[in-house]
């Protein structure tokens, strides 16, 4: 029984050009936008106090690598089923479950008496993570109107890229003035002020029951766990030898079943065919060795500039900043710089860029360099490298016939994820002694990723999905 005017949110036209602006579309807008920055800054907020979190649990660094990788990869094994979640449940429902799960996985973090309770806790921040960035995406693309939506994209965009550039500094400010759990409770009231956001300013929209191809997305998932699993533990101590073994060897045959699948259901989750057309998989690598080799820097730089050379966490915090701040700022150079040579010059430039910086981190890593002002020309670069990157790669995945499926975009959204919690999992496995050996290896990445940028030949975008 309600009495009186109520406040639940209106439901909007099926499409944003039967009509302006949603209502309220400031309010809805700071929500959508709130919700992308949270996911962000909950990703990489620990990695400046990374030693902060080892010293106060007593544990080597190695195993408190695994606060920073917990989240990255939840994520990446989620991203497959993210869009159906976000199509079964409305993706209003589907934020509030994704708000409500970070406030519960933030406030565990914040109180966990064990490390192995506070990684749980992170992993359970990479569920709600994972959920937010299709049912935001999907809700600036339904309730705009075409001629504004590509500056709400764009804000979008930026929100993940502050989100970026705060969350370093932050953790180091927060963990050097409070201690590292003030890190956490600082995201609890801004976690539950966006979940208020969400519930009030989201319109209404339909759950649809839409199918989903249990065995493709079972094997998918699966798979890419198992090998993450596999690579995640594999350095920790006292973990018998056959336990990584196993994890690889279960994730390449459960993969295998995602491909013997899809070829003989080819209209199920996604043909596996589409994902080896030259576009899409040289946009995939490419973001792949991007995020390996970001994530690798903003892990082993930060370990190294507090440790080795004594740094504060505050001043780790404000030099690692560089990186994406010049990413940030960069970015929409790029896209215009995309537009006039085409987007493979400019990603062969970005894999160059990121090789070389690579091969500097380790002369240095491996020197034990102390040299501060030479770390921030170095991070200076690699976030102009990996704008470079970016930008082309997400055009390339976008225009290719995979692209223009939400499972082909999820798929490279997972390899951004699994390039992280790989170049996680490297620097667990290379500290303190082998980080030479840990960039050199990205760097090699990135001349296998230019290599596979020259393969394949040019052709028309694909015609876009009457399905969106």
């Keep these: 029984m309600t009495t009186g005017r109520t406040t639940r949110p209106r439901p909007v036209p099926a499409t944003a050009e039967e009509a302006g602006p949603p209502p309220r579309a400031g309010w809805l807008l ?43 990869l939840v994520l990446a094994v989620a991203m497959p089923t993210t869009g159906w979640v976000s199509d079964r449940l409305g993706r209003r429902r589907t934020l509030v479950l994704a708000m409500s799960v970070l406030l519960v996985g933030t406030v565990g973090a914040a109180v966990a008496p064990t490390l ?123 973990v ?69 050379v004594e740094l504060s966490g505050t001043a780790t915090g404000l030099l690692v900043f560089l990186l994406p701040l010049v990413w940030a700022a960069s970015a929409p150079l790029v896209g215009r710089l995309a537009d006039r040579i085409g987007p493979r010059a400019v990603l062969r430039t970005g894999l160059v860029v990121l090789g070389s910086t690579s091969v500097a981190l380790a002369v240095l890593l491996g020197g034990r360099s102390t040299a501060v002002p030479v770390f921030g020309v170095v991070l200076v670069v690699a976030g102009l490298g990996v704008a470079l990157v970016q930008t082309p790669s997400l055009t390339g995945a976008t225009r290719s016939p995979a692209g223009q499926k939400g499972a082909g975009l999820g798929l490279f959204n997972m390899m951004r994820f699994v390039g992280a919690s790989v170049g996680a999992a490297a620097v667990a496995a290379s500290y303190p002694d082998h980080d030479a050996w840990l960039f050199g290896g990205c760097a090699v990445l990135a001349l296998l990723g230019l290599g596979l940028s020259f393969a394949g030949r040019e052709v028309p975008d694909a015609a876009p999905s009457p399905a969106g």
């Design 30 to 72: 700071a929500a959508l936008l709130g919700a992308t920055f949270l996911g962000t800054v909950s990703n990489n907020v620990v990695n400046v106090p990374l030693r902060q979190i080892t010293d106060g649990f007593a544990a080597p660094v190695t195993q408190g690598v695994l606060v920073a990788s917990a989240t990255v």
């Design 240 to 308: 018998p030898g056959w336990v990584p073994v196993a994890g690889l060897v279960l994730g390449v045959l459960a993969l295998g079943g995602f491909v013997v699948s899809g070829l003989r259901r080819p209209a199920g989750y996604i043909d596996p065919r589409l994902l080896a057309e030259m576009r899409w998989l040289r946009s995939a690598v490419g973001v792949f060795v991007q995020q390996v080799t970001l994530f690798s820097v903003l892990v082993a730089v930060p370990l190294h500039l507090t440790g080795v």
């Design 116 to 238: 192995p309770l506070l990684v749980a806790s992170r992993a359970l921040q990479g569920v709600g993570c994972a959920l937010v960035p299709t049912a935001v995406m999907g809700t600036l693309a339904r309730l705009w109107p075409a001629g504004r939506r590509n500056r709400v994209m764009g804000m979008w965009g930026a929100a993940n890229g502050i989100g970026q550039a705060v969350g370093p500094p932050i953790g180091g400010l927060l963990a050097d003035a409070f201690g590292w759990r003030s890190v956490f409770w600082l995201l609890v009231p801004m976690t539950v002020a966006v979940l208020v956001l969400v519930s009030t300013m989201m319109p209404r929209d339909t759950a649809q029951r839409v199918p989903i191809d249990v065995r493709s997305i079972g094997s998918l998932t699966l798979g890419v766990a198992a090998i993450m699993g596999a690579l995640t533990v594999a350095p920790q101590d006292g």
